[in-house]
T-cell receptor, first 112, second 116 residues
Framework: QQQVKQSPQSLIVQKGGISIINCAYENTAFDYFPWYQQFPGKGPALLIAIRPDVSEKKEGRFTISFNKSAKQFSLHIMDSQPGDSATYFCAASRGSARQLTFGSGTQLTVLP | DAGVIQSPRHEVTEMGQEVTLRCKPISGHNSLFWYRQTMMRGLELLIYFNNNVPIDDSGMPEDRFSAKMPNASFSTLKIQPSEPRDSAVYFC??????????????FGPGTRLTVL
């Protein structure tokens, strides 16, 4: 019940295209869903996060869509740029401790 | 702020040796997390501390692993004795009320451990 399943494992997109990464969870107690971005040799960094009381959150070119009934959430990167090439992790947590359960990661490559 | 600081950045050791990884969280943060990242298992939470007290160590793989947080500005993760399967990147992260971003975990640059 603690798992967060992420797909696809890898994604190649042309510059200017839309990148979409999907995640699904089982534990309905999760109440915080962040996306982290990781560049090679660096630690993950928070990109955007959502709580289940809203269905969508947008920050610049990045949007999270959240479907509570389906227990799914996704990251959309609009106008993808080569600088967006990185590994993206979805995660989920619950309670005040905010222990993160991570998805398996998606390696995004944006071609120039 | 300098962010979360980890040392060493790289560690190469031989099987059976003791390894100590160090972390300095962001000043003012009261929660600290240790993660391990491998290709096979992804990012796994090993242990987390709140106000220097270990709250959940259920992710620590074996008794060979131990973690301490003697004060609010320092934590260690020790592996004794180390084994080749411990080879991974170990991340430390901290969380607190700075800038009102209480839910965000800030990750350090990681320590890449290689056990030969």
């Amino acid at each position: 019940q603690q798992q967060v399943k992420q797909s696809p494992q890898s994604l190649i997109v042309q510059k200017g295209g839309i990148s979409i990464i999907n995640c699904a969870y089982e534990n309905t107690a999760f109440d915080y869903f962040p996306w982290y971005q990781q560049f090679p040799g660096k630690g993950p960094a928070l990109l955007i996060a959502i709580r289940p009381d809203v269905s969508e959150k947008k920050e610049g070119r990045f949007t999270i869509s959240f479907n509570k009934s389906a227990k799914q959430f996704s990251l959309h990167i609009m106008d993808s740029q080569p600088g967006d090439s990185a590994t993206y992790f979805c995660a989920a947590s619950r309670g005040s401790a905010r222990q993160l359960t991570f998805g398996s990661g998606t390696q995004l490559t944006v071609l120039p | 702020d300098a962010g979360v600081i980890q040392s060493p950045r790289h560690e190469v050791t031989e099987m059976g040796q003791e390894v100590t990884l160090r972390c300095k969280p962001i000043s003012g943060h009261n929660s600290l997390f240790w993660y391990r990242q491998t290709m096979m298992r992804g990012l796994e939470l090993l242990i987390y501390f709140n106000n220097n007290v270990p709250i959940d160590d259920s992710g620590m793989p074996e008794d060979r692993f131990s973690a301490k947080m003697p004060n609010a500005s320092f934590s260690t993760l020790k592996i004794q004795p180390s084994e080749p399967r411990d080879s991974a990147v170990y991340f430390c992260a901290s969380r607190g009320w700075t800038s009102g971003r209480r839910d965000e975990q800030f990750f350090g640059p990681g320590t890449r451990l290689t056990v030969l």
